[in-house]
Antibody, heavy 117, light 113 residues
Framework: EVQLVESGGGLVKPGGSLRLSCVGS????????MNWVRQAPGKGLEWIGR??????????EYAAPVKGRFTVSRDDSINMFYLHMNSLKIEDTALYYC????????WGQGTMVTVSS | DIVMTQSPDSLAVSLGERATLNCKSS????????????LAWYQQKPGQPPKLLIQ???ARESGVPDRFSGSGSGTDFTLTISSLQAEDVAVYYC?????????FGPGTKVDIK
């Protein structure tokens, strides 16, 4: 079964840090372009970062609201994709989804990040 | 950034009737070198992650019922549900994957009348 499972969410204070993890199974992880997409409570979808497969150059891209604060990384040996979040702001509160592809064809269930004092 | 807009914000359609959802991009998402529109549609039901329905503006994903169809080119796109079923109640998002940032529209909520 093709699956993505996120973990690592929680409550963090403004200015704090958090690392989200995503494990993939049922597909060739090393060939997949991996993305993070977030959804604030009751709001729409926002793409925030991508790590292309090594075969496609391993290019990393970010959306402007998170560039310089968030970092994506991957470990293909254990099918893991990460989002390292620093200098968190209240507006980063959201459900964070891990997704695959140039279009987002596989999605996890998401992990909730709440930034609050 | 390419701004995606969707209309209407919400619509209620009787079971078995047609639903027409619109999506507009602030600049063309048609890539001339391959003649493809870099436009996708997603369905999100309450409490669930989004599900990819259509990519390349009109290519339905495997397993998606054929009552869902996508059309359009350049900057104007449409998702049509030909005969609305109860299980189609959801929010539908369009998204461009033409250029970074890969932006979504604000969504259209579909309900049963």
């Amino acid at each position: 079964e093709v699956q993505l499972v996120e973990s690592g969410g929680g409550l963090v204070k403004p200015g704090g840090s958090l690392r989200l993890s995503c494990v993939g199974s049922g597909f060739t992880f090393s060939n997949a372009w991996m993305n993070w997409v977030r959804q604030a409570p009751g709001k729409g979808l926002e793409w925030i970062g991508r790590f292309k497969s090594k075969a496609n150059g391993g290019t990393i891209e970010y959306a402007a609201p998170v560039k310089g604060r968030f970092t994506v990384s991957r470990d293909d040996s254990i099918n893991m994709f990460y989002l390292h979040m620093n200098s968190l702001k209240i507006e980063d509160t959201a459900l964070y989804y891990c997704t695959t592809g140039r279009v987002f064809d596989i999605w996890g269930q998401g992990t909730m990040v709440t930034v609050s004092s | 950034d390419i701004v995606m807009t969707q209309s209407p914000d919400s619509l209620a359609v009787s079971l078995g009737e047609r639903a027409t959802l619109n999506c507009k991009s602030s600049q063309s998402v048609l890539y001339n070198s391959d003649n493809n529109n870099y436009l996708a549609w997603y369905q999100q039901k309450p409490g669930q992650p989004p599900k990819l329905l259509i990519q390349w503006a009109s290519a339905r994903e495997s397993g998606v019922p054929d009552r869902f169809s996508g059309s359009g080119s350049g900057t104007d796109f449409t998702l049509t549900i030909s005969s609305l079923q109860a299980e189609d109640v959801a929010v539908y998002y369009c998204q461009q994957y033409y250029s970074n940032p890969f932006t979504f529209g604000p969504g259209t909520k579909v309900d049963i009348k």
